[in-house]
């Protein structure tokens, strides 16, 4: 069982960055897909917001984009995301994923089981 411990929430104001990290237990970090997803709300379901593979390729959601990074350092076993120019729509919690492939996380996306407790970002107009 693979365990994520998400921390570097805070609040901030818009414009400000946040860089956010997650300790991944189990699973070296250099051989898994990683992860993050954001919940906006407790009534919306985990929304994919960036991912890194094992051959370094990455992803974004568009509305993230050009601010936001999703990184690594495998000595740490940590996974990043670090968030620039933040805006009021990208407060919400953020969680971190990792397994040995991206459809292994989607299908548990509803299992809270498997998530971390994330961390909260607050971003204020």
């Known amino acids: 069982q693979v365990h994520m411990v998400e921390s570097g929430g805070d609040s901030v104001e818009a414009g400000g960055s946040l860089r956010l990290s997650c300790i991944v237990s189990e699973y070296k970090t250099s051989k898994y897909f990683v992860a993050w997803f954001r919940r906006s709300s407790p009534e919306e379901m985990r929304a994919k917001i960036a991912?890194?593979?094992?051959?370094?390729?990455?992803t974004y959601a568009g509305y993230v984009k050009g601010r936001f990074t999703i990184s690594r350092d495998n000595a740490k076993n940590t996974v990043y995301l670090q968030m620039n120019d933040l805006k009021p729509e990208d407060t919400g919690v953020y969680y971190c994923?990792?397994?040995?492939?991206?459809?292994?996380?989607?299908?548990?996306?509803?299992?809270?089981?498997?998530w971390g407790r994330g961390t909260q970002v607050n971003v204020t107009s």
């Open positions: 994923a990792a397994d040995r492939a991206e459809w292994l996380i989607l299908q548990r996306l509803y299992d809270n089981n498997y």
């Open positions: 991912t890194l593979d094992t051959d370094d390729k990455t």
